[in-house]
């Protein structure tokens, strides 16, 4: 697609030699005498770039660039003149001039001008998708699922994120509490500012002070310069702090009061460092019980869970799985560039049978490893984990003592590969111990796609 560009001048003779020299760069091109024209070319053609004679017969082209970027501040604009002076320069730019420059005496800068602005509008342009993306990712129309728990878990977190008050994210690991921290984040009066994660389980307690509340050099070995902590970083932001059961009691306390009064001490100081944070926690523990064992603080319980959001079980959302699970397919095939577009009956039902210990992280890693290994455009219930297959020995509906010859062929399929397994791949022994013949065996392997 060819750059659009749009040359003002009323010296005729100067603009069709501009259009004739742009002409050859590749570029599409428009031309206007005057102020009342171009504005006309722009509410009708999408410009990139407007090369624009300062004196025109109907206005000012200082004055122009102003109208041009309050109605397209997209469109960059370069300014040429036959006689420069300081004043009108600085008011161009502060009217939104890509660059002002003196006609005869600048003529060689201009295509390089050109392209320069045309660069700069694609990379405003490329942030602006960018942008728009991030804000679809993090919204709640991103959060799949339309089950009875998931859709109350979103409605409470919709209700709270306009609010500053402090949110408690539970459940399981896996069920997508950073999901719903950036969500609330990018939907609440701080979505501008910095929204900063934290798994406080990755750090010793060392270094999780200090990555939280920051140091001053000296403060300890290796502290060669001062340092801001995660809390100063977020100031009128977002603190996500994920696995909080996992915190130092000890630290703990220095959270209560940051809650409480927006103030912490960095390591190794004795002044008073204050931050605007909105604090979003999360944990897969029993609070109850950590309080109990006396590895939590109760005080700080109750005023992190004044707003708590459960966020359910993937096995408590069995008809989610099916939306979830064709959510991944598209992702990793786009990303491998297969052409995989559904999932078939049978593998969809063993999907719906598994328990699901690892939620919708466990999901995304087997729709992710079906990509990978299936040959079909449907994943089908061979490239599934052998240990989900096994959940199609006895489908929903069958009589246990009856099963299917596709059951039967599961069963064969999971019953050599664990012996391939227990001989480490060596294919004679397997077949003596299945006491088939060595081509049974890899006429078995290349039907069920099975691997040493």
């Known amino acids: 697609m060819l750059n659009k560009i749009l040359v003002i001048d009323d010296e005729e003779k100067l603009r069709s030699l501009l259009v004739r020299i742009l002409k050859l760069e590749n570029f599409e091109l428009y031309q206007a005498a005057d102020c009342r024209s171009a504005l006309k070319i722009l509410d009708q053609q ?26 397209l501040p997209g469109i960059e604009v370069i300014l040429l003149t036959a006689y420069g002076n300081i004043q009108d320069g600085v008011q161009a730019i502060k009217n939104g001039a890509f660059d002002y420059i003196i006609k005869g005496d600048d003529n060689n800068k201009i295509i390089p001008l050109i392209h320069r602005a045309i660069e700069k509008r694609s990379l405003e342009n490329r942030v602006v998708v960018l942008e728009a993306q991030l804000e679809k990712k993090y919204s709640f129309e991103g959060i799949l699922g339309n089950s009875k728990s998931i859709t109350e878990a979103i409605n409470l977190a919709q209700k709270v994120a306009p609010t500053d008050a402090t949110v408690l994210l539970t459940g399981e690991t896996g069920t997508g509490k950073e999901v719903f921290a950036n969500a609330i984040h990018q939907n609440s009066s701080r979505k501008n500012k910095n929204f900063v994660a934290i798994n406080c389980s990755a750090f010793s307690h060392d270094l999780l002070e200090s990555e939280m509340f920051g140091h001053l050099a000296g403060s300890f070995t290796g ?12 100031n009128q932001g977002t603190i996500f702090l994920d696995e909080l059961g996992e915190l130092p009691i000890d630290l703990q306390a220095k959270l209560l009061r940051v809650l409480e009064s927006g103030e912490f001490m960095k390591v190794g100081s004795s002044k008073v460092t204050k931050a605007d944070v909105r604090v979003i926690a999360a944990s897969n523990r029993d609070f109850k019980k950590e309080i109990a064992a006396g590895h939590f603080r109760e005080d700080l319980y109750y005023r992190l869970s004044a707003f708590e959001i459960h966020l359910p079980p993937l096995r408590e959302r069995v008809k989610d799985i099916e939306q979830l699970s064709l959510f991944f397919l598209k992702m990793f095939s786009d990303k491998t560039n297969k052409k995989i577009h559904s999932i078939t009956k049978e593998a969809l039902h063993v999907l719906k049978l598994h328990n699901w210990p690892g939620n919708i992280r466990e999901l995304k890693n087997v729709m992710e490893r079906s990509v990978i290994l299936e040959g079909s455009d449907s994943v089908t219930l061979r490239s599934l984990p052998i240990e989900l297959q096994s959940n199609a020995l006895n489908p929903s509906g069958e009589d246990n003592n009856t099963l299917s010859a596709f059951s039967m062929a599961s069963a064969e399929k999971i019953h050599i590969q664990k012996v391939l397994n227990y001989t480490s791949g060596n294919k004679a022994e397997t077949a003596r111990l299945l006491n088939i013949g060595l081509a049974t065996l890899y006429r078995k392997m290349d039907e069920y796609n099975l691997s040493t």
Do not use: H, Y
Request: net charge negative; glycine share 8%.
């Open 46 to 71: 999408s410009v990139d770039v407007v090369l624009c004679d300062v004196k025109l017969p109907d206005g000012n082209g200082v004055d122009l660039t102003l109208t041009i970027k309050q109605k």
């Open 223 to 234: 502290a060669l310069k001062d340092k801001k902590g995660l809390f100063e970083e977020a």
